[in-house]
C-alpha cells in the first residue's frame, strides 16, 4: 500500500512514557519518510497526567480522540504521586476505561529471545541457547478486572471481595484468536487456566475444546496456571501460542519478558473486532528511572511495528523497524537495563532511538 494518510492518537502518560513515544514517533515518521506515508499524530491526556489536570484518569475528550483515531499508541501511565488516590481515581483505571471503550478484548503479547541478548536473559546457558519465540493471548475486557469488587463487613470484620466471571462468548471469541493466531504459526496452542479450583475456568476449558474442535489442524493443550509459570522458566521453548484470561495473562507475561532479559523489549497490540488497536509496551511507567533518559524504548518501537502490521497492514514497514531493532542489538548497542555488567557503555533513550533510526534509513 503506498502514500498512506492515517491519524494516531498518541496517549504518553507518565513516568517514562514520554520519552518512550517520543521514540516510537520518531519511528513512525522515518518510517514515512521511507515508505511515503503520512502519520498525522494528535496526543491526549490520559491518566496522572489527566488527573492533574481535569480530576479524572481518563478524560472524555481522550477517548473521544481514541475513537476518532485510526490507531492509538500508548506510553504507560501511573505513579507514587497518585498512589493514594481511591480505585476509581487511580490512573490505571484509565487503562480498563480505554480498553472497555474501544472494544479491544485481545491483547497480544509477543516474548522472545533475540539471540544477541541471551547474555541478558536470566535463563540457564543450555536454555538461553535454545531460545524460545512465544506469543501470550489475553483476554483484555472480562475477568476479576472488570467484575464486581467491593468491601463488607464480614464476620471478622471488614473484608474486601474482587469477581472472576467470563462468559461463553467472551471465551469463545479470545479463543478464536488465539487458534486463528496459532493457524499463522506453528499450529501449536496451550490454554491456560485454574479448572482444577475456578468454576470459571472450568467454562473456559469446555469452551476452548469446543473450539479446538473446529481447528482440527492445531494442536491443543490445556495448562494449569500455577503449571504454566514454572514451565515458562524451566523450558519456554516448548510453548509457541498461549491463551488465557485477563489476569493470568497479565502475570505470565511479565514473567515472559523478564526471560528474554528485559521488560523494556517487550510490545504488545490490543485489537478489537476492527483494524483499529491501542498498541503499548507491557511494562509500566518506571517511575524509578523516569527523567533519567535510562528507559529502554525497545518495547515501544516494537509496538508501533505492530501497529504497521496489525492496524496499516504495511507488512514490509513493520519489518524493517523489526529489522532496525534486531540490527541494533547485533551491533551491540544496550540501554542500562540490557547492558548485562557494563552499564558504563549504556546508551541513553534517545542515543538508542538514534541508532535505531539509522539502521532504518540504511
Ligand atoms: P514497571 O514496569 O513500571 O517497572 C518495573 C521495573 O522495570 C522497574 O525497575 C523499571 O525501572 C523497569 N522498567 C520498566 N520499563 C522499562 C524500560 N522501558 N526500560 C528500562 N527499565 C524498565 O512496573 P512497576 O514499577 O510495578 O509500576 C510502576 C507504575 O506503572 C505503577 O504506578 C503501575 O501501576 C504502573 N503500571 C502501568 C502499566 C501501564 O500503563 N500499562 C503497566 C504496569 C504498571
Not at 23 to 49: C, D, M, Q, R, W
Request: charged letters at 25%; one cysteine or more; aromatic letters at 6%.
Amino acid at each position: 500500500m503506498l502514500n498512506l494518510k492515517t491519524n494516531i492518537a498518541l496517549l504518553k502518560g507518565d513516568g517514562i512514557g514520554p520519552e518512550i513515544v517520543d521514540s516510537a514517533v520518531a519511528v513512525l515518521k522515518k518510517i514515512g519518510e521511507v515508505f511515503g506515508h503520512s502519520f498525522n499524530f494528535t496526543a491526549y491526556p490520559i491518566g496522572g497526567e489527566a488527573l492533574d489536570l481535569t480530576g479524572v484518569p481518563l478524560p472524555e475528550e481522550t477517548l473521544k480522540g481514541c475513537l476518532a483515531s485510526d490507531s492509538v499508541l500508548l506510553g504507560a501511565v501511573g505513579g507514587p504521586k497518585w498512589d493514594t488516590l481511591p480505585g476509581n481515581l487511580r490512573p490505571e483505571r484509565a487503562l480498563l476505561g480505554i480498553r472497555a471503550g474501544l472494544g479491544l478484548y485481545s491483547n497480544i503479547r509477543p516474548a522472545k529471545l533475540f539471540p544477541a541478548l541471551r547474555e541478558a536473559s536470566p535463563l540457564r546457558a543450555e536454555l538461553a541457547e535454545k531460545g524460545f519465540d512465544l506469543v501470550i493471548v489475553r483476554e483484555l475486557t472480562g475477568g476479576i478486572y472488570f467484575g464486581e469488587s467491593g468491601r463488607r463487613t464480614g464476620t471478622n470484620g471488614p473484608e474486601a471481595y474482587d469477581t472472576e466471571c467470563y462468559s461463553e462468548t467472551e471465551i469463545k471469541r479470545i479463543g478464536r484468536v488465539a487458534f486463528k493466531l496459532a493457524q499463522k504459526r506453528s499450529k501449536r496452542l496451550t490454554s491456560v487456566d485454574k479448572a482444577n479450583v475456578l468454576e470459571s475456568s472450568r467454562l473456559w476449558r469446555e469452551v476452548m475444546h469446543q473450539l479446538a474442535d473446529e481447528y482440527p489442524d492445531v494442536a491443543y493443550a490445556d495448562l494449569l496456571v500455577d503449571n504454566a509459570a514454572m514451565q515458562l522458566v524451566k523450558n519456554p521453548a516448548q510453548f509457541d501460542v498461549m491463551v488465557t484470561s485477563n489476569m493470568f495473562g497479565d502475570i505470565l507475561s511479565d514473567e515472559a519478558s523478564q526471560i528474554t532479559g528485559s521488560i523494556g523489549l517487550l510490545p504488545s497490540s490490543s485489537l478489537g473486532d476492527g483494524t483499529r488497536g491501542m498498541y503499548e509496551p507491557i511494562h509500566g511507567s518506571a517511575p524509578d528511572i523516569a527523567g533519567t533518559g535510562k528507559a529502554n524504548p525497545i518495547a515501544t518501537v516494537l509496538s508501533a511495528a505492530m501497529m504497521l502490521r496489525d492496524s496499516f497492514f504495511l507488512e514490509k514497514e513493520a519489518k524493517t523497524v523489526e529489522n532496525a531493532v534486531a540490527n541494533v542489538l547485533n551491533c551491540g548497542y544496550r540501554t542500562a537495563d540490557i547492558a548485562a555488567g557494563k552499564p558504563a557503555e549504556a546508551l541513553s533513550t534517545a542515543e538508542m532511538t538514534e541508532k535505531i533510526l539509522d539502521k532504518i534509513g540504511q
